[in-house]
């Protein structure tokens, strides 16, 4: 990662930040995805470094958390 934010951080970060609760769902599902692709790209080719794998790790952590706290919400209808 040099110098350079790969697909999985960049969702990651997208999904933390949504604040329209019509995309959210969405957005974690997405961030998710690409975290898990990137950890069976490491599996695959042994690569990757400690401090990637940790942070895959606690981003997959942090998304778990927002998506219970997501479902624990009333569903609010917004028109955008």
Known sequence: MAGHKE????????AVLETN??????SLRAAKAAI???FLELQ????GTREEQR??????????????????????NQAD
């Open 55 to 76: 942070a895959l790790s606690d981003a997959l952590t942090t998304l778990r958390v927002l998506e219970r706290e997501v479902a624990g919400q009333p569903e609010i």
């Open 7 to 14: 697909l999985w951080q960049e969702l990651y970060e997208a």
């Open 36 to 38: 898990d692709a990137r």
């Open 44 to 47: 695959m080719d042994h690569g």
């Open 21 to 26: 609760s019509g995309r959210i769902q969405l």
